[in-house]
């Protein structure tokens, strides 16, 4: 992810924020797994107040962080975008248990991730599909948008 442009997988995400999520000008949003500036810039662009962080940051305006503790308070975002992250977590209960607390009351989840592969040293967690996703979300949360492709899901969540 460190040198790859994801802007083809993140122009459309921010559309569906945008349009299905009504996601406002100036909301606040957690970027997680950001790698490079690519994404949250794309998000900043948007007009989202943007946190970005990652594991193993290349960029000074990416703060490092272990999505499995994060170092924010309880309901600090309006929205969590993970593109092609949460399949890297050791735990993935406590990751999303994670992401979802720091997440306010009718917030969003973004999530995008491989489907269909066998679990390996770099990819750990195959979520299967979009509604097994949200289906092991900690909190209740309702999917407003999915897509399954046959090597990807993509899905947009309230939760509750």
Request: aromatic share 10%.
């Amino acid at each position: 992810k460190r040198g790859k442009d994801p802007s083809f997988r993140i122009l459309p995400a921010i559309d569906l924020l945008r349009r299905v999520g009504q996601l406002s000008p100036g909301a606040a949003v957690l970027d997680v797994g950001a790698r490079n500036t690519i994404e949250p810039l794309l998000l900043m662009e948007a007009g989202w107040a943007v946190t970005a962080i990652d594991l193993w940051p290349f960029a000074a305006r990416i703060r490092w962080a272990d999505f499995h503790q994060l170092p924010f308070a309880d309901g600090s975002y309006d929205c969590v975008f993970a593109s092609h992250a949460l399949e890297h977590a050791h735990s993935p209960e406590i990751a999303l248990l994670e992401v979802c607390r720091v997440l306010k009351p009718g917030g969003l989840l973004w999530a995008a991730f491989p489907t269909h592969f066998t679990p390996n040293a770099h990819d750990l967690v195959d979520y299967g599909s979009a509604t097994a996703f949200v289906a092991r979300l900690p909190r209740a949360a309702s999917a407003l948008w999915e897509e399954n492709q046959p090597m990807e899901s993509r899905v947009l969540v309230r939760m509750a």
